[in-house]
């Protein structure tokens, strides 16, 4: 009975494929994906769903917060 892992039979039938698309000479490759870019908050809006209701609820409740109990335990310090 061979010492055959599923790692080493992985390893070896990856490095199988690696060598093949080498010898058949395939110029055919993926394209280069252009890397991630950032946009402006502005730029993103949210349809009607449950997460723009949970949005709307978690802003309104952060703008109705009070400052002076936020502030509390700094100033008794």
Do not use: C, W
């Amino acid at each position: 009975m061979s010492n055959l892992t599923r790692r080493s039979f992985l390893h070896g039938a990856a490095a199988t494929a690696t060598a093949a698309k080498l010898v058949s000479g395939d110029t055919n490759r993926a394209p280069i994906m252009p890397g991630l870019k950032t946009f402006p908050y502005g730029a993103v809006q949210l349809l009607d769903s449950p997460l723009k209701r949970q949005f709307d609820q978690n802003h309104t409740f952060f703008l109705n917060l009070s400052e002076d109990r936020l502030l509390k335990i700094y100033r008794q310090r």
